[in-house]
């Protein structure tokens, strides 16, 4: 039997833009690369200025390193939620209501998206100015290292504003399936970030010598002025959607398509990054060097973030899509391919980590202390990389079908595992450093398999 056209599925018969056409009938591995290869680029671009800023950093000493490491949990909460989880909301909303032909709803989601990215960003900045000291000094921070820790979370967290804008304007403009300006944008925020970061550190030039501070005003800065340039590009009405204030009204619906998939989503990474803080709370007893080297060894694990998301972008834009115009089947299979393209890259990036672990913690720094800790991480974690790759990828095409349930399951057993599992060996067998390491590990292998189980057994349907 012939399967319906793509159109046949759109509200009222509405015209479809070619790029959402494109979505729904283009080969899908083909369209899949094409559509995620800006992403990957810019998410490498990425993965390697958060390199280049812990080594600015690392020229301060060990003890700013450590303090970096233990506000690095809460920056990425605060950039997963607002690019991965929220964001994936406002890009699947958007994306669905294309696929489906409501082009004036598109247009009018753009409106109620900036107001949740206000909201959030207001509660980022007042829980983590609040709350981050005692936070920072019951993962173990002290000293030198907690005021390296209060300089830097000081300065993100102040401007966590253009943080929120930025991600939500670009799931925006990718929930149209336009992967090439977000890309564009985020390189260049990026590079400015680079440009900016050791002038701000150090005080070279017209900067003021900011220390720890400079890295995260420097990515203010840069975030802020990637802010303005998305909301250039929706206001020219250039793209495919174009907010505007004439006749607009809230209405509890769209914010419903937002939050159905964001909530989860958000919630989803507050898991993930509820996971990050307690193990590191579970290694700051062991000293400022080992901190600093879990730390280090870990945002290899951190890193692969971006990279998925980089894919995981286009799976939710176009899952979404096929999702709005009825093609469940076919939605089923872009999530395959990209399950699997994202496993192999993660897997391959963990077993290189575990094969040459020194080559990643020599970056930083060259104390043996330090090495050995992060050295330890990566030969144990390493090899189950390619597990997190496969359900994080999951997770995204989740959220362009709009069912998050059991990945959100998923991301609490991985929770669990890891924090309880890794305390029970530290405190209960006395294996150290290894057998929290290893509990980490058993627990990516068990949320990637979970996940892939639970979308094989229907989850969707």
């Not at 694990?301 to 096929?322: D, K, R, W």
């Amino acid at each position: 039997m012939r399967q319906p056209t793509a159109a046949a599925h759109t509200a009222a018969g509405a015209v479809l833009a070619p790029r959402t056409r494109l979505l729904l009938e283009a080969p899908i591995a083909r369209t899949l690369l094409r559509l995620s290869a800006p992403n990957v680029v810019v998410m490498v671009f990425v993965s390697v200025t958060n390199i280049f800023d812990a080594y600015f950093v690392g020229w301060l000493g060990a003890e700013a390193l450590a303090g970096v490491s233990l506000v690095f949990p809460m920056v990425l909460q605060l950039q997963t939620m607002s690019a991965g989880g929220m964001g994936g909301g406002v890009a699947s909303a958007v994306a669905r209501a294309l696929g489906a032909g409501r082009r004036d709803d598109a247009n009018a989601l753009v409106l109620h998206a900036l107001v949740i990215a206000l909201a959030m960003a207001a509660l980022f900045t007042t829980g983590v100015l609040w709350g981050g000291p005692p936070l920072y000094r019951a993962m173990g921070g002290t000293g030198a290292t907690l005021d390296a820790a209060l300089a830097y979370s000081n300065a993100i967290f102040g401007g966590a504003l253009a943080f929120w804008l930025l991600h939500t304007l670009a799931a925006v403009v990718r929930g149209t399936g336009n992967m090439l300006l977000p890309a564009s944008v985020t390189v260049g925020a990026g590079a400015l970030h680079l440009a900016l970061c050791p002038a701000m550190i150090f005080g070279w030039g017209l900067f003021p010598r900011l220390g720890v501070g400079g890295a995260g005003a420097s990515l203010v800065t840069a975030f802020s002025l990637g802010s303005l340039a998305f909301l250039g590009y929706l206001l020219s009405g250039r793209g495919l959607v174009r907010p505007s204030l004439r006749g607009f009204r809230f209405r509890a619906a769209l914010f419903a398509e937002i939050l159905r998939v964001g909530a989860p989503g958000a919630l989803n990474t507050v898991f993930t990054n509820l996971t990050v803080v307690l193990l590191t709370g579970l290694v700051g007893p062991f000293g400022a060097r080992a901190l600093a080297g879990y730390g280090m060894g870990a945002r290899l694990e951190y890193l692969q973030i971006p990279l998925v998301f980089g894919l995981g972008s286009a799976l939710v834009t176009m899952v979404g899509t096929n999702i709005g115009a009825g093609q469940m089947a076919r939605a089923e299979r872009v999530a395959w391919v990209g399950a699997g393209l994202a496993a192999a890259v993660t897997g391959s990036l963990g077993l290189l980590g575990a094969l040459f672990p020194l080559a990643w913690i020599g970056l930083f720094s060259r104390e043996p202390e330090l090495l050995a800790a992060g050295a330890s991480y990566l030969r144990i974690v390493g090899p189950a990389y390619g597990f997190f790759g496969l359900g994080l990828a999951l997770y995204f095409a989740s959220q362009g079908a709009g069912r998050l349930l059991w990945p959100l399951l998923a991301g609490f057993a991985r929770l669990l595992i890891a924090a309880v599992g890794g305390w029970i060996a530290i405190h209960w067998f006395g294996y150290g450093l290894p057998g929290l390491f290893a509990a980490i590990a058993a627990a990516l292998a068990v949320y990637g398999t979970a996940v892939a189980l639970a979308v094989k057994a229907g989850a969707w349907r």
